[in-house]
């Protein structure tokens, strides 16, 4: 079984390259990941309770990816809520980004 632990989706400011759910499920496909554990990029850039939405969404629709939940802990109102309904909600592990969101 081949799995990969850090894919992504979504919209990046910072780069141009196609990162959709799409482009992302193709990959997976041509080079024959059985899973992959991801996230969406909302959560890093933007919000991570709609982040953490949309990835939970995108898992629930392609079984072959596997939830991984983003928080920002500079914006801590609503982290630890969020960490617990993720754990509830099934996601397998949760990524920081302190040097992206500059905490």
């Known amino acids: 079984m081949l799995i990969d632990a850090n894919t992504c989706f979504g919209l990046c400011p910072r780069d141009t390259r196609d990162l959709s759910l799409?482009?992302?499920l193709g990959l997976l496909e041509r080079h024959h990941v059985d899973q992959a554990l991801t996230h969406s990029l909302r959560g890093v850039e933007y919000d991570f309770l709609s982040g953490n939405e949309e990835t939970l969404q995108a898992c629930?629709?392609?079984?072959?990816?596997?939830?991984?939940?983003?928080?920002?802990?500079?914006?801590?109102?609503?982290?630890?809520?969020?960490?617990?309904?993720?754990?509830?909600?099934?996601?397998?592990?949760?990524r920081f980004f302190p040097d992206v969101q500059g905490w």
């Open 60 to 94: 629930r629709e392609h079984p072959v990816l596997l939830p991984v939940a983003t928080v920002h802990p500079g914006r801590h109102l609503h982290c630890h809520d969020e960490v617990l309904r993720c754990a509830d909600d099934g996601f397998v592990a949760i």
């Open 22 to 24: 799409t482009t992302l």
